[in-house]
């Protein structure tokens, strides 16, 4: 163990120990380099560690949000539930962990606050939050999409007297609602997801909503262990279709390939019918192939999606406020279990958010406009500063000094959302302009992570120390990622994505559309030696 400010050494520095940084740690470990992986929080798992808020689930089915790497885990973990709770998926990040000794190799609950590279001898200096530091050749981020919790400005807040809480950051211990008022501001995938459960078990719930959300039922179910025997039977075959899909999953059902208006209005509404009651969840979006394209077409599944709040929700006026404008999918679409419903029972009340007025608390609730709500708790479900938040939250200094914050002060740069120009030997699993939240994430970590170790591999085997990405490189890879949106829904509407709910964010698309895609130009550029990279 080190003491304070002991400087060590090692190959690699992995930041984060979620799915993307525990299998990081295999693949340079069987490569034989030497690692340190630092986790900030108290045990291994990442987004499945710090996202414990009631009701907290994957909405990509388990048999596909799980590693492929090794057959042997697939066909011995057995899922449980169609969508598997944050609980089983922790619970399967740490057999996977245990199985390959993983853990021997990941220093917790350690923050890595800066990051400097040294031109003379093409290492990095790692500064941690204990006061030491590392000497590594590779530092790679695993830091994880969303997981820098915004909290927005409130006015009053610090004089709150109850409990606050961000869904990111619940307590291990978990929170006793019974007999309590509770608030819960935000209603994207976090708020959709802890609402219903919330509101089992608290005296009142009041959900303070900006924007209404699109929000797809589930369709949850145990899994039957004789269909799951039966689909191992076919597990690698199922993820090499997976990989010819734009998101990297969903073979099961794959997508509608007719536009929306292409038929009647009869058959239309039988085609969103079945992926609403027998799919669910986001394959609601692959009804037809051109809800993302065409906003005509968008508009029909929108009013599809309208209606069913409006048959749900027995309040007019709730129903009303429930209904969101479109686009759908332009903002992640929500996939929930009885979200609407819930705002049926009687101590379920909604409130507007959306008017001139902004949010404002003092010892003992909320104020918005002339209302006053009095809360014991207060939830915050306001997402995250998505992809970028947590790589620019270490001070990374690359070459002649430069930050990546000022870098990246008018949005991200980075060739194939692995490297960027300046910073030499530094990669970032699924950074920006990879197609990380837009597919199948596991998926895609799995694949990054490779693409990455094979680099490092054939760098160590050909006696190269530094390896960096061009600036044509960056450059012209994020006009790619940028111009497979432009013809797209996705600049309609005020996206994380965008980056647009976070103030003086930069407004710019961050990941790349298509997984499919993705991974044929990745073989493509590995396959002929790395062009768009520099070896020294
Ligand atoms: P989010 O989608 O960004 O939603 C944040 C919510 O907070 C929005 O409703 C937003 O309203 C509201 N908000 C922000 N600032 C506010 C303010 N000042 N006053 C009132 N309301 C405010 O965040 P999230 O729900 O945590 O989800 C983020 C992403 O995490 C998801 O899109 C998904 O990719 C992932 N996630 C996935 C799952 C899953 O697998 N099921 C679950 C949770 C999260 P506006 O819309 O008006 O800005």
């Given at each position: 163990m080190l003491s304070k400010e002991t400087i060590a050494k090692t190959d690699i520095v992995i930041v984060g120990a979620g799915f993307a940084g525990l299998y990081m740690t295999k693949r340079v470990v069987d490569d034989g380099f030497s690692v340190d992986t630092i986790e900030a929080?108290?045990?291994?798992?990442g987004t499945w560690y710090w996202?414990?808020?009631?009701?907290?689930?994957?909405?990509?089915e388990s048999v596909e949000y799980s590693?492929?790497?090794s057959d042997e885990v697939q066909q011995e973990w057995q899922w449980s539930e169609r969508y598997a709770s944050q609980a089983e998926i922790l619970n399967y990040i740490n057999f996977v962990a245990d199985k390959f000794s993983l853990r021997k190799f990941v220093r917790l609950?350690?923050?890595?606050e800066s990051a400097t590279f040294n031109?003379?001898?093409?290492s990095w200096f790692v500064g941690l939050s204990t006061g030491e530091s590392i000497i590594c050749q590779y530092f790679i981020l695993?830091?994880?999409?969303?997981?820098k919790p915004f909290i927005p400005e409130v006015e009053g807040r610090s004089k709150y007297s109850g409990i606050t809480l961000h869904t990111a950051r619940w307590p291990k211990s978990g929170i006793d609602f019974a007999d309590k008022r509770v608030g819960v501001i935000g209603t994207g995938s976090s708020g959709v997801q802890c609402i219903p459960v919330i509101a089992e078990k608290a005296r009142r719930l009041t959900v303070f909503q900006r924007t209404p959300t699109f929000t797809v039922p589930a369709g949850n179910k145990p899994i039957d262990p004789v269909w799951l025997e039966k689909f191992k039977l076919g597990y690698g075959e199922f993820r090499e279709r997976n990989k010819e899909m734009l998101g990297g999953f969903s073979a099961s059902y794959?997508?509608?390939?007719?536009?929306?208006?292409?038929?009647?209005e009869k058959e239309r509404l039988s085609v969103y019918e079945k992926r609403w009651?027998?799919?669910?969840?986001?394959?609601?979006?692959?009804?037809?192939?051109?809800l993302l394209l065409d906003e005509a077409a968008n508009h029909t599944a929108a009013e599809f999606i309208r209606n069913k709040i409006k048959q749900v929700v027995s309040n007019d006026e709730i129903s009303s406020l429930l209904s969101p404008e479109g686009?759908?999918?332009?903002?992640r679409l929500c996939v929930d279990t009885n979200y609407y419903a819930?705002?049926?029972?009687?101590n379920v009340s909604l409130v507007d958010v959306s008017g001139r007025h902004s949010i404002k608390m003092d010892e003992d609730g909320i104020i918005y406009g002339s209302s006053y709500y009095p809360l014991d708790l207060v939830v915050f479900a306001t997402g995250f500063d998505a992809i970028t938040g947590s790589i620019l939250s270490i001070n990374i200094i690359g070459e002649d000094g430069i930050t990546l914050k000022k870098k990246w002060e008018n949005g991200p740069l980075s060739f194939l959302g692995a490297c960027t120009a300046d910073f030499p030997n530094m990669f970032s699993i699924c950074?920006?302009?990879?197609p990380s939240v837009l597919s199948n994430m596991v998926s895609t970590i799995e694949h990054h992570v490779d693409w990455i170790a094979d680099c490092l591999k054939y760098a160590k085997s050909s006696g190269y120390r530094m390896i960096q990405a061009t600036r044509t490189a960056e450059t012209e890879w994020m006009a790619e990622a940028d111009k497979r949106v432009?013809?797209?829904?996705?600049?309609?509407c005020n996206s994380w994505y965008l980056g647009?709910?976070?103030?003086?964010?930069?407004r710019k698309f961050i990941p790349y559309l298509g997984f499919s895609d993705y991974l044929a130009r990745c073989n493509d550029i590995s396959s002929r030696g790395y062009p768009g990279l520099l070896f020294e």
């Open positions: 929080g108290h045990d291994i798992g996202n414990r808020y009631p009701g907290a689930r994957c909405d990509i590693y492929q790497f609950g350690i923050r890595v031109q003379k001898d093409s695993a830091v994880g999409n969303l997981s794959p997508p509608n390939e007719q536009s929306a208006l292409a038929i009647s009651n027998e799919i669910g969840g986001l394959l609601f979006m692959q009804s037809f192939s051109d686009p759908v999918g332009c903002k819930t705002y049926n029972k009687s950074g920006p302009g990879n432009r013809d797209t829904l996705f600049y309609n647009a709910n976070i103030p003086s964010k930069p």
